[in-house]
């Protein structure tokens, strides 16, 4: 339902800026968008599959979530755009990685003392 909801408003969004101004659809902004919507429409699918699970409670779900996507970003960065990252953000990555261990392992424990 979002994701119908946002490409209605898009389309709308378009057809009202072209009525009101030219407007040059360009071929590789299209085949951007589908690049990003489709693994975002994914990613939303597969969480929401995961918080149907008893695997995991939901605030570890989107801890881990939260922090694989921030760890995600900086790797795209550090490789598609030669970002260069200071030590300070290299500690933080770090620390991200040791708070998803963590969660996952605390998540795990709790399971099997109540399990």
Same mark, same amino acid.
């Given at each position: 339902?979002?994701?119908? *909801?946002?490409?209605?408003?898009?389309?709308?969004?378009? @057809?009202?800026?072209?009525?009101?101004?030219?407007?040059?659809?360009?071929?590789? +902004?299209?085949?951007?968008? &589908?690049? $990003?919507?489709?693994? +975002?429409?994914?990613?939303?699918?597969?969480?929401?599959?995961? $918080?149907?699970?008893?695997?995991?409670?939901?605030? *570890?779900?989107?801890? &881990?979530? +939260?922090?694989?996507?921030?760890?995600?970003?900086?790797? $795209?960065?550090?490789?598609?755009?030669?970002?260069?990252? *200071?030590?300070? +953000?290299? &500690?933080? &990555?770090?620390?991200?990685?040791?708070?998803?261990? @963590?969660?996952?392992?605390?998540?795990?424990?709790?399971?099997?003392?109540?399990?």
């Amino acid at each position: 339902m979002v994701f119908g *909801s946002a490409a209605c408003c898009g389309t709308l969004f378009i @057809l009202l800026k072209s009525i009101k101004a030219h407007l040059k659809l360009n071929i590789k +902004n299209i085949i951007g968008g &589908i690049c $990003l919507g489709v693994p +975002n429409y994914f990613s939303i699918y597969f969480l929401m599959k995961a $918080l149907d699970s008893d695997t995991l409670n939901s605030a *570890s779900l989107f801890t &881990i979530n +939260n922090v694989a996507v921030v760890m995600l970003s900086t790797l $795209l960065g550090i490789l598609l755009f030669k970002e260069r990252i *200071s030590i300070k +953000n290299w &500690i933080g &990555i770090g620390l991200a990685v040791v708070s998803i261990i @963590l969660v996952a392992l605390g998540t795990k424990i709790q399971n099997l003392l109540i399990g």
